[in-house]
T-cell receptor, first 115, second 114 residues
Framework: GESVGLHLPTLSVQEGDNSIINCAYS??????FIWYKQESGKGPQFIID?????DKRQGQRVTVLLNKTVKHLSLQIAATQPGDSAVYFC??????????????FGKGTKLSVIP | DTEVTQTPKHLVMGMTNKKSLKCEQH?????MYWYKQKAKKPPELMFV???????INESVPSRFSPECPNSSLLNLHLHALQPEDSALYLC?????????????FGNGTRLTVT
């Protein structure tokens, strides 16, 4: 079946460097995407979202890029800090039509920041 | 701190026990969700409630029984669970299911079935 996947299961970066976390999705009908951060012992925390009618969205220190041509999503974190260490999940809305919002998560990437 | 509160934080139960997980939100959200997350895996959708009505059941075994008493509360009743049901159970809410909005998650209940 169609699913969201990630290219890199683990990523280690030096503090202060930029991080890029990638995600491939296969459902061309998906219209909404979210990046979540999950720290140990906690639930997923919303970072940033993007709709399919956009290709870029920026937040505080984070940028999400959407390439619908190749079905690719990325999360860029600027000036990575130790507090950014966590597992990052991309998620897509697999539902279609009103009332069928079904958020499906990718496999996750563990980001480790080296002080 | 999360705005979605889940209790208890930890639960250990035997296979013959009956227990309930509770979730509460006061953000005025009208959609609530149960997800199951195994170690080192992504969360998997179990149930979706929209305006207190069950709208999606992802083929979850009947030993898991959801309940939405009102727009702020969501329960998950557990009965005759198996050890493989041990996992982190996450509750989430969103403004609605009719348009895209981010899910807000609680910190989960870590369930161990012995």
């Amino acid at each position: 079946g169609e699913s969201v996947g990630l290219h890199l299961p683990t990523l280690s970066v030096q503090e202060g460097d930029n991080s890029i976390i990638n995600c491939a999705y296969s459902n061309s009908a998906s219209d909404y995407f979210i990046w979540y951060k999950q720290e140990s012992g906690k639930g997923p925390q919303f970072i940033i979202d993007i709709r399919s009618n956009m290709d870029k969205r920026q937040g505080q220190r984070v940028t999400v890029l959407l390439n619908k041509t190749v079905k690719h999503l990325s999360l860029q974190i600027a000036a990575t800090q130790p507090g950014d260490s966590a597992v990052y999940f991309c998620a897509e809305n697999m539902g279609s039509g009103a009332g069928s919002y079904q958020l499906t998560f990718g496999k996750g990437t563990k980001l480790s920041v080296i002080p | 701190d999360t705005e979605v509160t889940q209790t208890p934080k930890h639960l250990v139960m035997g296979m013959t026990n009956k227990k309930s997980l509770k979730c509460e939100q006061h953000m005025g959200h009208r959609a609530m969700y149960w997800y199951k997350q195994k170690a080192k895996k992504p969360p998997e959708l179990m149930f979706v409630y929209s305006y207190e009505k069950l709208s999606i059941n992802e083929s979850v075994p009947s030993r898991f029984s959801p309940e939405c008493p009102n727009s702020s509360l969501l329960n998950l009743h557990l009965h005759a669970l198996q050890p493989e049901d041990s996992a982190l159970y996450l509750c989430a809410s969103s403004q609605d299911t009719s348009y895209n909005s981010p899910l807000h998650f609680g910190n989960g209940t870590r369930l161990t079935v012995t």
